[in-house]
């Protein structure tokens, strides 16, 4: 299922790259769509990158949060998201 709003991230514009987005559910979450989608940005003008989410039940409204970063993200990492317990830590 594609979130309401898809092409807003699938569409994003030169010289912005984005990355794979990945899915990390909300915690208690019942429906398959209740958490966030969380992708990388990285701006290949300007050598900068962020981390952009979005609520996956509708992302047209835009991230609902940005952690801008001090450098490129490589382009096209791959990620997933896995609860901490689940990471042995």
Sequence with gaps: MRPRGFGVIAATPAPRQR???GFASR???IEEDDGY?????????????E????????IT???IARVILPQQVPT???AFWAPEQLLGG
């Excluded at 290949?44 to 990158?49: E, I, N, R, V």
């Excluded at 981390?51 to 509708?58: M, P, Q, S, V």
């Design 19 to 21: 990355a794979s987005r």
């Design 27 to 29: 915690p208690g979450a």
């Design 37 to 49: 989608l969380v992708t990388f940005v990285t701006n290949l003008s300007a050598g900068t990158g």
């Design 51 to 58: 981390c952009a989410i979005f609520d996956a039940r509708d």
């Design 61 to 63: 409204p835009g991230p």
């Design 76 to 78: 096209r990492p791959h």
